[in-house]
């Protein structure tokens, strides 16, 4: 697969009521390449005026798409998936090059992502409401589900085929219609992705897609919009508080996926190989930048040597490069700035005492590296501790009992996810009802599955995606209150 060959998959203009489109004042934004921190193409960069036409164009293909019967909504999601599968390989290249991850990792991330549309198309004939009778016996209550309306969906860069497919397919399948608004960073896999929903048989203007470096005033625009009734939001705590605000001015209906700080606890009962082997996935999935991403790991001082340098040992094996490389294990950062926070945040940690027993460097190599890193020696206080890394770092944690280490886990304002490493079911079941996350690892380092309710606590976020519960955020319930 060359670059040529996942670059023809992807628009590079606006997709607007089913047309293409350049942006309305022409401005054009360049996209980089992490792993030559050079521009390799441009994109269409939105401005309002194109965010407003794409609204419109939604909430004229809305009522349209919402009358269409599920059935043949969910053949549309269904068509999506097969061909996301069948071009497998270009999207993965494609989000290789503007994201800079490993090869393998974009490729279980294109499975990932083609998931929601199977998922959901299966969802699509299950929008079943509810009948009831009063319990005065006076009337029958009648619940029916209706589609909430134009959906503004608004995604990062870290996962950028999956956490759109997240959105696009629950919406769909609900019978909205939807503008996303993809990562600036990574606008080509989502235009990619609007291009095959039009090819399954998306009506014109059910999806539009509008790239943009404007993010703040076109979204905005969108938001009071009176015809947007609905925004899902995945992306940082700080825009997603700043949204929420924008949001109440017409209490749009959100949906918030926001930042992540996962503790991983290592009981001393664990299968420390186990531990380790969940440890390198939690942590050095997608190079440590996910939202999922374990951030913390705290280890019981009677394993945490043993952990520490296997931990050590397994990251300093990974193979660090382009992620076009197959042989890579760990591509580049998204962009300068990533890397800069990284550098940072392991300089801030070593000032406060940590010590690094692997990496704590950057590769001498153009592209925007950083090399696996294992600290120790971390004090419950370290900053680094208190911030989402959203790189290749672990930070090592030692605690002596149990209530310790769920309240250090504890403490924080996020509350995604909590791994849990022990060799005692019932033990960890009781410690995983004490963590403050909305998912739990236990005794497994992966917990992303379009069929599981995905979403946080906290200062993580507001609803959930996939499963069941994601199509509900996208339905509203009407009651009648009925006599026969
Ligand atoms: P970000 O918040 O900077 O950007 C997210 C999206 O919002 C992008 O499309 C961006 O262009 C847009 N945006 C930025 N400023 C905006 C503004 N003022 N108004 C409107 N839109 C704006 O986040 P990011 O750096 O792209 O992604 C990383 C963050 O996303 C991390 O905090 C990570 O934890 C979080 N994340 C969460 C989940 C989850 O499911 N909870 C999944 C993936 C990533």
Redesign the pocket.
């Known amino acids: 697969m060359t670059s040529d060959g996942a670059l023809k998959l992807a628009p590079t203009q606006l997709l607007i009521g089913g047309e293409r489109r350049d942006s309305s004042d022409g401005a054009l934004m360049d996209v980089y390449d992490p792993a030559t921190a050079s521009v390799f193409t441009q994109v269409a960069d939105g401005s309002v005026e194109d965010g407003l036409s794409a609204v419109e164009a939604a909430a004229a293909a809305g009522p349209g798409w919402a009358a269409t019967p599920p059935r043949q909504r969910g053949e549309v999601l269904r068509r999506t998936f097969e061909l996301m599968t069948e071009h497998a390989e270009e999207l993965a290249h494609l989000m290789v090059l503007e994201n800079g991850k490993a090869l393998r990792d974009a490729r279980s991330e294109v499975a990932y992502a083609a998931e929601f549309f199977r998922w959901y198309a299966e969802e699509a004939v299950r929008g079943f409401g509810e009948l009831g009778t009063a319990p005065s016996g006076a009337n029958r209550i009648l619940v029916m589900r209706q589609p909430v309306g134009v959906c503004v969906l ?6 950028p085929a999956a ?1 759109a497919t997240r959105k696009i397919g629950p919406a769909l399948a609900a019978g909205c219609s939807v503008v996303l ?5 990574t606008p080509l896999t989502a235009l990619a992705i609007g291009a095959l929903l039009e090819e399954a048989g998306a009506p014109a203007g059910v999806v539009n897609v509008v790239p943009s470096r404007k ?2 005033p076109v ?2 625009a969108m938001l009071h919009d009176p015809r947007v009734r609905k925004l899902s ?8 508080r ?2 929420l605000h924008e949001a109440a001015d017409t209490i749009v209906n959100t949906s918030m ?4 700080n996962a503790p991983f606890l290592v009981l001393d009962d664990a299968d420390v190989s186990a531990a380790v082997e969940g440890a390198m996935l939690a942590k050095m999935r997608n190079g440590g930048e ?2 999922t991403a374990a951030n913390r790991f705290y280890v019981h001082r009677s394993v945490a040597d043993e952990f520490s340098r296997g931990l050590a040992d397994a990251m300093g094996h990974l193979v660090v490069g382009p992620g076009s490389d197959p042989a890579t294990e760990l591509g580049p950062l998204v962009n300068p700035a990533a890397v800069e926070k990284v550098e940072e945040l392991v300089a801030g940690a070593l000032d406060e005492g940590a010590r690094a027993l692997l990496g704590a460097t950057r590769p001498d190599r153009t592209g925007w590296y950083y090399d696996p890193t294992v600290l120790t020696n971390v004090g419950s206080t370290n900053p680094i501790l208190g911030e ?1 890394v ?1 790189g290749p770092v672990a930070p090592i944690v030692v605690f002596d009992d149990d209530e310790e280490a769920i309240a250090a886990a504890n403490d924080t304002e996020f509350g ?1 996810v909590s791994y849990l490493y022990t060799g005692d079911l019932a033990r960890g079941l009781r410690v995983a009802e004490a963590l403050e996350a909305g998912m739990i690892g236990l005794n497994r380092g992966l917990v992303s599955d379009p069929a599981a309710p ?3 606590v906290k200062q ?2 507001i609803g959930r ?1 996939g499963g069941h519960e994601g199509m509900l955020e996208y339905l509203e319930s009407k009651y009648i209150a009925v006599q026969w």
């Not at 608004?154 to 996962?159: D, G, H, K, L, S």
């Not at 996926?257 to 992540?260: A, I, K, S």
Request: charged letters at 15%; a negative charge.
């Open positions: 608004v995604t990062p860069w870290n996962f956490m608004k993809p990562a600036s960073d993010s703040g979204v905005s939001f995945t992306g940082s705590t700080e825009v997603g700043a949204l996926e926001l930042g992540g996910a939202c989402e959203f995604l995905f979403g946080g993580s976020g995606e």
